[in-house]
């Protein structure tokens, strides 16, 4: 589990027929979830254009933009 912004996150790889890549992602998510008792989970997904890091830099900018937009 990581942290963006403040807010947890679990990356869950999908591998190229939409099966998970690692059963082991899916295990982090759902003990932060309990864990955390997390009430509310917003899934983001990037497609085949961009690669992970292309992915996390655009998903912590939006992620950022949304906890400014929450603090104020």
Known sequence: MSNIAG???????????????????????????????????VFLSH????DIADATGLYSELIGNIGAVLES
């Open 47 to 50: 497609g085949w254009k961009n």
């Open 7 to 41: 807010f947890p996150y679990c990356d869950i790889q999908f591998d190229k027929k939409g099966r998970i890549f690692r059963d082991a992602e899916v295990d982090t998510l759902l003990e932060m979830v309990d864990q955390q008792a997390i009430t509310d989970l």
